[in-house]
């Protein structure tokens, strides 16, 4: 969609387009004809006069009548823009502004430039488009720059929100998340949404600005109100975490449909946790698995993970191992961590694929390398074990001591045990004791066993039985079978 006009002969276009027939009204010049009599010259004076008096009312009027017919114009445009607009590539879930396909362009690159030389402010963001995009243009993101700031200073507030953009990302400028705030805030200031919506993710994550979660929450409910659909979600979010606004799951519920209706797929997803887990809703499986698949097909990782484990688990849908590691990959090669730690999982013990423990190394590998704790344990483990990789003690305790070290308690249990045992470090009981009891403190059930072990055997520490059953008995309760086969052992059962 395209929306263009210009200064020049802008009133004459108006009244062209506005007057009964299309033409003015009709008036002759005094010098048309040639009368005998002065009185009636005098008669089409006045009559000539009083037309003209008439033509200026009528002009004032038209013109008043179409600037507002412009202004609705202008505020439908830009809700229409908001509509049609998607983004694969959301950064924090704020968007650039593309005002229009830049393959439209395609016949006129020159009638475009020229328009942008002699300082139309429509035409220059168009030529930043193309720059920025590569489409109709070489790709130059300095020139695209360039353009979008002669639009925006002329107060474009669609070039003023690619221009911000272009600052929050560093590109044909220094990164300046002050002067990309400072952009944003001159486009919402005009009430356009997309501006307000990236301003308002500014605030909320105090970028190029003070953080303010009230502002952040204020700007996406004005977005949000004119449909803006990464408004809407992030409004949404801000409900359902309480950030800048009262907790409230229903409001949170509320905007979430009103996005994922629209077709916007991290609103499906996280409308789908909510009925998974009974947010604002009446909790429901089956509604979940709805909603998560709404956002697998519009590929979203998130939903896609989440809709594998729905099928892995059986819930809301039949257990279906295969579908869920089909699900797994779509998600997984799209880089998502959770989704390879999965499908890494399936393949080691071979659970709706074959059994490849090499296969699931590789997915760990890759998950671990994103900061997944789950997966640098269990990489961890392979190296521990020599599955799928070649063994090595000191790769395994790199991995355990990377999960360790984000809390994840599996990853401080084995850490400690390697402590414990002196494998790929050296055996160091304090330093044992200080990762066991980090992870019994989550009530890892290994980790409490392995200290009641050490004050049983006096392994490092001075040796105490009761202090030994103590941690069995808590083991017990967790549901460890070797501390119950300790306390059986210790006739404490």
């Not at 979008?148 to 002329?154: L, R, S």
């Not at 490849?356 to 392979?382: F, I, K, P, S, V």
């Not at 059953?469 to 086969?485: I, K, M, N, P, T």
Request: proline share 1%.
């Amino acid at each position: 969609m395209k929306f263009r006009f210009t200064g020049c002969g802008l009133a004459l276009a108006l009244l062209l387009s506005s007057a009964p027939g299309g033409g003015l009204p009709a008036f002759v010049p005094p010098a048309t004809e040639a009368f005998a009599e002065e009185d009636m010259i005098d008669k089409i004076e006045r009559k000539l006069a009083k037309q003209t008096s008439e033509l200026d009312e009528l002009v004032n009027r038209l013109i008043e009548e179409k600037k507002a017919e412009l202004d609705r114009q202008t505020v439908e445009l830009n809700k229409e823009l908001d509509k049609n607009f998607l983004n694969k590539k959301d950064d924090d879930f704020g968007t650039i502004l593309r005002d229009v396909v830049a393959g439209e362009f395609d016949q006129a690159e020159t009638s475009i430039l020229e328009k942008a030389r002699n300082g139309d402010m429509y035409a220059q963001n168009d030529l930043g488009l193309m720059y920025d995009t590569g489409d109709g243009m070489p790709q130059d993101d300095a020139e695209a720059v360039r353009w979008y700031t002669a639009a925006a200073e002329q107060g474009f507030s669609i070039a003023q929100t690619n221009l911000a953009w272009m600052y929050e990302k560093g590109r044909g400028v220094e990164q300046d998340y002050k002067k990309a705030a400072e952009w944003y805030t001159r486009a919402a200031d005009q009430g356009y949404s997309r501006a307000q919506n990236n301003l308002g993710v500014m605030y909320e994550h105090g970028r190029g600005v003070e953080q303010d979660l009230a502002k952040a929450a204020a700007l996406y409910k004005k977005s949000a109100e004119q449909g803006n659909l990464n408004a809407q979600t992030n409004l949404a979010w801000m409900y359902e975490n309480g950030r800048g606004v009262k907790q409230d799951d229903k409001k949170a519920v509320e905007w979430y449909t009103k996005a994922a209706n629209a077709g916007d797929s991290r609103a499906q997803t996280n409308l789908g946790w909510m009925y998974e887990n009974g947010r604002g809703v009446r909790k429901s499986d089956k509604k979940a698995v709805e909603w998560y698949r709404k956002g697998a097909e519009n590929g979203n990782p998130y939903a896609q993970t989440n809709l594998g484990w729905m099928y892995e688990s059986g819930k809301g849908v039949e257990l279906d191992e295969a579908k869920a590691a089909e699900w797994y990959r779509m998600a997984a090669e799209q880089g998502h961590a959770r989704a390879q730690t999965n499908l890494a999982w399936l393949y080691q013990n071979g659970i709706g694929v074959p059994q490849d423990d090499r296969e699931a190394a590789d997915w760990y590998g890759l998950a671990a390398a994103l900061g997944d704790a789950r997966a640098q344990t269990n990489l961890g483990w392979m190296y521990d074990k020599g599955r799928g990789v070649e063994q090595s003690d000191s790769e395994a305790v790199r991995w355990y001591r990377s999960a360790a070290e984000q809390g994840y308690a599996t990853g401080q249990a084995n850490l400690g045990w390697m402590y414990m045992n002196g494998r790929g470090v050296k055996k160091d009981i304090k330093e044992a004791l200080k990762w066991l009891n980090l992870a019994a403190e989550q009530n890892n059930a290994n980790a409490v066993y392995n200290i009641g072990w050490l004050y049983e055997n006096g392994d490092g520490v001075k040796k105490d039985v009761k202090k030994a059953v103590e941690w069995y008995r808590r083991g017990a309760e967790l549901g460890d079978e070797s501390s119950q086969e300790a306390l059986k052992r210790l006739g404490e059962n």
